[in-house]
């Protein structure tokens, strides 16, 4: 449908081409390094290897959200189309961008009193907010007006799972996703800490495995358990990975094999530069639909 437009953040963690096939639209947050500011543009100004590296040397880095100004010249391109906007942003758990995005739906709203603009939270991020705007892509195609499509995606965006491990919390610590008791207890004993994403969209330290090879069972059983019907699962299944394609490929095998339904193979992408800021180098992240997240 054209009258109206489905938009996200660069923040999802999916390839261009993934946005351009799905016709979703996004905007791009920025990122610092070692004091420049950058835009998080998937990987083309600076790549994901380049940024992964500098991060690993030691490089300081820190996400920088969208300003309320981008929003409103952003959102302005499509209403002065005579398009609707549904926007969906990254989780207010991790980001402050939705109030960003408010404000400029506010001002708008005066200037284009007959469009609609809905900004919704999707409580999630990377590819399991990804994940979340490819199927508010298939349902247009399906058909659904934008107010259908908003009341679905609220109805059950905490149906989106996320469930990840990562090598390394001091990372996160930096970046204020975890608390710094969090983040010592992960790092003692060589512990690959397992996290997922609550039903307000914090990240939440759940367990702490002693070795990855460990953490990576743990992912698939967490699928087993959540899944949308079980190991009959039929729907789709996203990773995303900081700097470790081998671990997330082994995870990917994994549920693979136990999960011979799924609507076609898993799909691996990488955690982009403003997500890979809190993350660092060393997450593996796995997204799927399954029954609400309560807490």
């Not at 300081?60 to 609707?84: C, M, N, P």
């Amino acid at each position: 449908m054209d009258d109206y437009v489905i938009s996200c953040c660069s923040t999802a963690d999916i390839s261009e081409e993934h946005f351009r096939n799905r016709g979703l639209q996004y905007i791009c947050f920025h990122y610092v390094m070692n004091g420049k500011e950058y835009t998080d543009d998937l990987g083309k100004t600076i790549t994901f290897q380049e940024f992964y590296k500098a991060m690993r040397c030691g490089a300081a880095t820190r996400a920088v959200s969208i300003r309320a100004e981008e929003f409103e010249r952003y959102f302005d391109s499509f209403l002065q189309k005579g398009q609707d906007v549904l926007h969906v942003c990254l989780s207010s758990g991790i980001s402050d961008v939705i109030r960003s995005a408010m404000t400029a739906r506010n001002r708008l709203e005066e200037r284009y009193p007959e469009r609609k603009i809905f900004i919704l939270d999707s409580f999630g991020a990377s590819s399991g907010y990804g994940l979340f705007m490819d199927r508010l892509a298939e349902l247009r195609a399906e058909g659904k007006t934008i107010d259908e499509l908003y009341d679905w995606a609220r109805a059950n965006r905490l149906k989106l799972h996320h469930w990840f491990f990562s090598t390394d919390l001091d990372f996160y610590v930096r970046s204020g996703s975890v608390s710094k008791t969090a983040g010592f207890v992960g790092g003692v004993l060589g512990l690959c800490p397992l996290l997922n994403v609550d039903n307000r969209g914090r990240l939440i330290p759940r367990d702490r495995i002693h070795t990855k090879k460990k953490a990576i069972a743990e992912l698939v059983k967490r699928m087993e358990e959540h899944a949308a019907d079980g190991l009959n699962y039929s729907g789709k299944c996203y990773i995303s990975q900081s700097a470790c394609y081998g671990d997330a490929r082994e995870v990917a095998d994994r549920i693979e094999e136990r999960f011979p339904k799924l609507d076609g193979g898993v799909e691996i992408n990488t955690i982009g530069t403003t997500v890979g800021s809190h993350t660092g180098p060393g997450t593996v992240a796995l997204f799927f639909w399954g029954n609400d997240r309560t807490e």
